[in-house]
T-cell receptor, first 111, second 116 residues
Framework: GENVEQHPSTLSVQEGDSAVIKCTYS??????FPWYKQELGKRPQLIID?????GEKKDQRIAVTLNKTAKHFSLHITETQPEDSAVYFC??????????FGAGTTVTVRA | EAGVAQSPRYKIIEKRQSVAFWCNPI?????LYWYQQILGQGPKLLIQ????????DSQLPKDRFSAERLKGVDSTLKIQPAKLEDSAVYLC??????????????FGPGTRLLVL
């Protein structure tokens, strides 16, 4: 089955700086890569996703890049703000079957 | 649109007892998922339904866990008997997909289970 590894497990950044989270996956058939944000005690919420037919996608301060050859994808958050503090999960699947999640990255934005 | 609903939100039971969780997906969503999220880890898929049929249950501990989705709408997940290691948040999610798509999964608030 699919195995998703996520790094780092914790990330502390100064407000206004950028944050980068990296994930690798094992199944070359995977073609859907969403990122979820989970605030303490709340449900995971989709913040951005990318399909395998594109290499990069951007939505305001958030961007995701995908390297299918190397089987890794990354989340980039620019101009971080205190409300960006949360746990971020990457995931991978073939279509929407068996979405496999990484272990999560706890991001703390220091004021 | 209304989100995914789950109940109860919290449950405390003793080991060897039984427990059941309920999920109501977003109206019109064909696919429903149950995940187990242990503290400090990412969600792990337990079972995936498409309408009222099981798509994947390979990670469901079938000796103690069962799930059903009657009429292709609501779903229940049961644990019988519970073990200490079942303590986790049980998340339900749904997506519009009828199969083969790359649809967004929307999560419910989860049920936090503590087994003593």
């Amino acid at each position: 089955g699919e195995n998703v590894e996520q790094h780092p497990s914790t990330l502390s950044v100064q407000e206004g700086d950028s944050a980068v989270i990296k994930c690798t996956y094992s199944d070359s058939a995977s073609n859907y890569f969403p990122w979820y944000k989970q605030e303490l005690g709340k449900r995971p919420q989709l913040i951005i996703d990318i399909r395998s037919n594109v290499g990069e996608k951007k939505d305001q301060r958030i961007a995701v890049t995908l390297n299918k050859t190397a089987k890794h994808f990354s989340l980039h958050i620019t101009e971080t703000q205190p409300e960006d503090s949360a746990v971020y999960f990457c995931a991978a699947s073939f279509n929407d079957y068996k979405l496999s999640f990484g272990a999560g990255t706890t991001v703390t934005v220091r004021a | 649109e209304a989100g995914v609903a789950q109940s109860p939100r919290y449950k405390i039971i003793e080991k060897r007892q039984s427990v059941a969780f309920w999920c109501n997906p977003i109206s019109g969503h064909a696919t429903l998922y149950w995940y187990q999220q242990i503290l400090g880890q990412g969600p792990k898929l337990l079972i995936q339904f498409q309408n009222n049929g099981v798509v994947d249950d390979s990670q469901l501990p079938k000796d103690r866990f069962s799930a059903e989705r009657l009429k292709g709408v609501d779903s229940t997940l049961k644990i019988q008997p519970a073990k200490l290691e079942d303590s986790a948040v049980y998340l339900c999610a749904s997506s519009f997909s009828t199969g083969g798509g790359q649809e967004t999964q929307y999560f419910g608030p989860g049920t936090r289970l503590l087994v003593l």
